[in-house]
């Protein structure tokens, strides 16, 4: 038995033309479908430029709800047309709370739910704390059309208990849309090779395949600019490269994987049978008891 899925990572860059950017959006996911993809990753907060590099009250205006979502909307009927999953990046408003989330659309266009981001980074160039509260979905699985996937959305990719809670929930494959580049306090700083080792790792210790959408581009809103570096990729679950992107160019990557022979590897390795929950409460403290 054999249950191939293909799966596609992209990126492009972003202005404040927000037309502009759900076309971009509506680009790449149309070039991957035509690529054969099944489910499609788009990087965080595509609508509109990383606004998080600067505080400041007026982009707090740009949160919208689910319901209604226009953008949400639009990528939900792009979903049905082509048959393809979409987790959809959008600055989220829940009555008083606005939270960094994904909604999970299926292949049909239906929504499946939404993921609120649960780490929430604060530092220069990358102020998330002024804008978003942590989330508090908590890390899921979807059974979507093409398989199980978990999403968890860019500084949720540095924690190893996000991926195991998203694996041990029934992900087969993890996706995490992303924003990130340059580092305004640090310039001589690049993170990128620390960033792809990190991802897969999770894809090597939970079996599974690995899928990182970043954005491209260099942005002016807070001082200095921030140029992010792409280098989008799909890792496999051994945490090996399958496709990667380079820093500055549009692009698409597509991989296939047979899901059936992954899980049977996973489930021969090992390391699901031999865990041991039962010692791991110390990581769910803060600090040495």
Same mark, same amino acid.
């Given at each position: 038995m054999?249950?191939?899925?293909?799966?596609?990572?992209?990126?492009f860059?972003?202005?404040w033309d927000e !037309?502009? @950017? /759900?076309?971009?959006?509506e680009?790449v996911?149309?070039?991957a479908?035509a690529?054969?993809?099944?489910i499609?990753?788009?990087?965080?907060l595509?609508e509109?430029?990383?606004?998080?590099?600067?505080q400041?009250?007026?982009?707090?205006? /740009?949160a919208? $709800?689910?319901a209604?979502?226009?953008t949400?909307a639009c990528? !939900?009927?792009l979903?049905?047309?082509?048959g393809?999953?979409l987790?959809?990046s959008?600055?989220?408003?829940s009555?008083?709370?606005l939270?960094?989330?994904?909604v999970?659309?299926d292949a049909?266009?239906?929504e499946?739910g939404?993921y609120?981001?649960?780490?929430?980074?604060?530092? $220069?160039?990358y102020?998330e704390?002024?804008?978003f509260?942590?989330?508090d979905?908590?890390?899921? !699985?979807?059974?979507?059309?093409f398989?199980? +996937?978990g999403?968890?959305?860019?500084w949720?990719?540095?924690?190893?208990?996000?991926?195991r809670a998203?694996?041990?929930?029934?992900?087969?494959?993890?996706?995490?849309?992303?924003a990130?580049?340059?580092?305004p306090a640090n310039?001589?700083?690049?993170?990128?090779d620390?960033?792809?080792?990190?991802m897969?790792?999770?894809?090597?210790?939970?079996?599974m $395949?690995?899928?990182?959408? @970043?954005?491209? =581009?260099?942005?002016?809103i807070?001082? $200095?600019?921030?140029?992010f570096? =792409?280098s989008?990729?799909?890792?496999?679950?051994?945490?090996?490269?399958?496709?990667?992107?380079d820093?500055e160019?549009e692009?698409?990557?597509?991989a296939?994987?047979?899901?059936?022979?992954?899980?049977?590897?996973?489930t021969?390795w090992? +390391?699901?049978?031999?865990?041991r929950?039962? /010692?791991y409460?110390?990581i769910?403290s803060h600090?040495?008891?």
């Amino acid at each position: 038995m054999t249950r191939t899925v293909t799966v596609a990572a992209t990126q492009f860059a972003c202005s404040w033309d927000e !037309a502009s @950017n /759900l076309a971009s959006a509506e680009r790449v996911v149309r070039a991957a479908a035509a690529q054969g993809a099944n489910i499609v990753l788009v990087q965080e907060l595509f609508e509109t430029p990383y606004f998080c590099a600067e505080q400041s009250p007026k982009y707090l205006a /740009l949160a919208k $709800p689910v319901a209604g979502h226009p953008t949400v909307a639009c990528m !939900a009927a792009l979903a049905r047309e082509l048959g393809v999953v979409l987790p959809v990046s959008i600055f989220e408003r829940s009555g008083h709370t606005l939270f960094n989330s994904v909604v999970i659309v299926d292949a049909d266009g239906r929504e499946l739910g939404v993921y609120r981001k649960s780490h929430i980074p604060d530092g $220069p160039g990358y102020s998330e704390k002024y804008y978003f509260s942590p989330g508090d979905t908590g890390f899921k !699985a979807w059974d979507t059309a093409f398989g199980c +996937i978990g999403v968890g959305i860019c500084w949720d990719q540095w924690f190893p208990e996000c991926a195991r809670a998203m694996a041990v929930a029934g992900a087969e494959i993890l996706f995490y849309p992303t924003a990130i580049g340059s580092e305004p306090a640090n310039a001589s700083l690049d993170s990128k090779d620390h960033w792809q080792t990190v991802m897969r790792g999770h894809a090597g210790a939970n079996l599974m $395949p690995v899928v990182a959408s @970043n954005r491209i =581009g260099t942005e002016t809103i807070g001082s $200095p600019p921030i140029t992010f570096y =792409g280098s989008s990729f799909i890792a496999d679950h051994h945490g090996a490269f399958v496709a990667t992107a380079d820093r500055e160019t549009e692009c698409v990557l597509t991989a296939a994987f047979d899901l059936e022979q992954v899980r049977a590897e996973r489930t021969a390795w090992g +390391i699901w049978r031999d865990r041991r929950p039962e /010692l791991y409460g110390p990581i769910a403290s803060h600090s040495r008891a």
